[in-house]
């Protein structure tokens, strides 16, 4: 399976020739988060509109710029995947939105026993060849939860819940400056930076090979 990552979209509607092509030759594309730009449901309706129309297989969760109707629009549009399992092509997806605090009181932030206890709604199947986790916020203390200045400022109950797990793969977004990828044990974490001039391509082959582009 092909997966193309986006992230932190924040309301891009108009995508070039290049990007429309990658994501229609995707089998799945996974969306980690800031759909908009402190939008709500019309805003988010658009960008869903502009992927949907080029590639119907998605899955996405809302960022902590997204505000409530983001989370009815990928309800209405049956992609969404916060505190969910999925199982596509022997492969389980479990999605968890929003962010851990910040100073900045954006509108979908929960506390780390809530991210905890949104994380309880993880599930498992010996029948899945690959485990798959898409978080907007970054595990703490990995390449991709730091600032510019070198603060880490990811999710400590995801980094636990991720060392306790091991899942193959966390796609996450948030920190647009740290963009790359990291291991936590065998996990591979991947933030494939802000779209569209950023994306990651995932194939889901027994390495899970990928790309930043």
Not at 63 to 83: E, F, K, P, Y
Not at 145 to 155: E, I, N, P, T
């Amino acid at each position: 399976m092909k997966i193309m990552a986006l992230t932190d979209i924040h309301g891009r509607v108009n995508y070039p020739e290049t990007i429309i092509s990658q994501l229609r030759g995707a089998d799945l594309v996974l969306i980690a988060g800031d759909i908009t730009n402190f939008g709500d449901r019309e805003d988010a309706d658009a960008v869903i509109r502009s992927l949907t129309a080029v590639n119907c297989r998605i899955l996405g969760i809302p960022g902590n710029c997204d505000r409530s109707g983001v989370t009815t629009a990928l309800q209405a549009a049956s992609i969404d995947l916060h505190a969910k399992c999925r199982i596509i092509d022997n492969t389980l997806f479990f999605g968890i939105g929003g962010c851990n605090k910040t100073p900045f009181h954006t509108p979908l932030e929960y506390s780390e026993d809530e991210i905890a206890a949104i994380l309880q709604s993880f599930c498992t199947s010996s029948e899945t060849k690959h485990t798959i986790i898409i978080s907007h916020s970054p595990p703490h203390r990995t390449k991709l939860d730091r600032m510019f200045l070198g603060v880490h400022v990811g999710s400590k109950s995801l980094r636990t819940f991720i060392e306790e797990k091991q899942p193959d793969l966390v796609l996450c977004g948030h920190i647009h400056e740290a963009r790359g990828f990291d291991r936590i044990g065998r996990t591979l974490i991947i933030n494939p930076g802000v779209f569209p001039r950023h994306y990651a391509l995932i194939n889901s082959n027994d390495n899970l090979d990928f790309e930043l582009r």
